[in-house]
Structure formats: C-alpha cells, structure tokens
Nanobody, 119 residues
Framework: QVQLVESGGGLVQPGGSLRLSCAAS????????MSWYRQAPGKERELVAA????????KYADSVKGRSTISRDNAKMTVSLQMNSLKPEDTAVYYC????????????WGQGTQVTVSS
C-alpha cells in the first residue's frame, strides 16, 4: 500500500528557508517520479516541483524556480523540497505526490504539511 508522510513544515519569516521531506513506502520508490504540490486557502492545488525516477530530471513552477530545489534519496525512499527566500505567497499546505498511469490514472497523496510565511 502506497504511503507518503510529509514533514518539515512550520512558521517562517519572509526570506527564510524550510526543507520539506516526504517518506515513501509501499512501492518501488526508485522507479517512479515524485512531486510536491501545494494548496493555499481558497485556491486550487498546484504543482510546485517534480523529479523523475532519474534524479537529473526536474521541473519547477515559475513561482518557485530559482528559490527551490527538489531532490530524492532512493536508498532512503525520501523526496525533499528545499525552499529558500520564502514569501508570504508561499503559504500553503504542501503535499507529496506520486502518480500511477496503469492500470488506472491514480494519484497518491500524503496528509500534507503546513507552511506559513509571516512576520
């Protein structure tokens, strides 16, 4: 059974940094892409960053590009999101995600971790 558990959220001042982590279990982690999404109050969930099974393949939302780095450790079955120069608009619940396309398109989500950027 796929399980994703996020950690590392919290309250941080503008300009600060946070490192989010997601511990995965229940599947062959190294063979699947992983993603981070976020959802702010009243807004739709949006993709923040994604990393392929081969860690050299990454992509970022324009809103976090240059300020965030996604990485993975296949031995530890973890995916992380380092966020720097945080802004109030980064405030959201951050979710770890993995997607399956066979036999049906299925998204698996963690419970989310709250990030609040405020002075």
């Amino acid at each position: 059974q796929v399980q994703l558990v996020e950690s590392g959220g919290g309250l941080v001042q503008p300009g600060g940094s946070l490192r989010l982590s997601c511990a995965a279990s229940g599947f062959t982690f190294m063979t699947y892409a992983m993603s981070w999404y976020r959802q702010a109050p009243g807004k739709e969930r949006e993709l923040v960053a994604a990393i392929g099974s081969i860690a050299s393949s990454t992509k970022y939302a324009d809103s976090v590009k240059g300020r965030s780095t996604i990485s993975r450790d296949n031995a530890k079955m973890t995916v992380s999101l380092q966020m720097n120069s945080l802004k109030p608009e980064d405030t959201a619940v951050y979710y770890c995600n993995t997607r399956r396309r066979q036999p049906l398109l299925t998204d698996y989500w963690g419970q989310g971790t709250q990030v609040t950027v405020s002075s």
